[in-house]
């Protein structure tokens, strides 16, 4: 609601979009009554104000009166005809709406220099052509003189500690060793950030899209996270 007042919709933890208090509701009734300049306006407001008065006294339940109203109301209120189809198609294009204020641009793809290089350094670790390289392949391998070994950047230990004890493919060792902000292929869904912390990459089918953002939203971001989350329920629920 424009210019409403600033209340706490959705205190704590978002799990559900949680309904408008009354009291909230007619207090931007009023608000916007008192406040109207035009003719027009005040008429449209106050006859708002008195169809709210005469819903909550006459049609609402205790039950409604109890829990406030809740998003889809507002709807029908306004689209008497609403379907429960479009009800959920709105609610997607409110949760777009909401993600483009988080979505962060695309990483840029590695160009094929770079890829090659990276080739060339995976099939250097990976001597015995296996396809895949383990912690030790990638340390410098096995068998290592003294020398050898302070030569290496990183030691089997290291690399386990980060990656895990097993096999690493070309795919993920490009991923761990591309350039930082960059997507190592395609279809990467993690990219390192310089400035330390991690990209990911959200995808929602029901929404028809993809998008960036940071894997630790900055607290300013973490109220909009929320409500992106609480419309997501809610569009899962139209949905059943």
């Known amino acids: 609601l424009p ?8 205190p704590g933890k978002f799990q559900n979009l949680e309904p408008m208090p009354w009291s909230n ?20 407001t106050s006859a708002l104000n008195r169809s ?6 006459v049609h609402a339940t205790l039950e409604q009166r109890r829990a406030g109203v809740p998003l889809d109301v507002f709807m029908s209120w306004i689209w008497p005809g609403l379907t429960s189809e479009w ?52 340390a410098g391998g096995e068998d290592q003189g003294a020398e050898a070994k302070l030569k290496n950047i990183v030691d089997p230990d290291t690399v386990r500690a980060f990656c895990g004890d097993r096999q690493i493919h070309f ?17 990467s869904r993690s990219v390192a950030l310089e400035k330390g912390g991690r990209m990911v990459k959200h995808s929602r089918e029901f929404l028809g899209k993809s998008w960036w953002m940071y894997e630790d939203p900055p ?17 899962k629920r139209w949905r059943r």
Not at 3 to 10: G, L, S, Y
Not at 94 to 109: D, F, G, H, Y
Not at 172 to 183: H, Q, S, T, V, Y
């Open 87 to 138: 009800k959920r198609k709105m609610m997607c294009w409110i949760c777009l709406s909401e993600i483009e204020k988080v979505r962060q641009p695309t990483p840029r793809l590695i160009d094929s220099e770079q890829r090659k290089q990276l080739e060339k350094l995976f099939e250097s670790m990976d001597a015995d052509a296996k396809g895949a390289c383990c912690p030790e392949d990638i």
């Open 25 to 44: 509701l007619m207090e931007w009734g009023e608000q916007q009554e008192e406040s109207a300049i035009d003719f027009r306006k005040k008429s449209v």
């Open 3 to 10: 210019n409403a007042p600033k209340v706490v919709m959705f």
């Open 52 to 57: 709210l008065k005469n819903w909550y006294e």
């Open 171 to 187: 795919r993920e060792f490009a991923e761990l060793m591309c350039e930082d902000d960059c997507r190592a292929h395609p279809d």
């Open 219 to 235: 607290a300013h971001e973490v109220p909009c996270r929320k409500l992106i989350e609480s419309i997501e329920v809610e569009i």
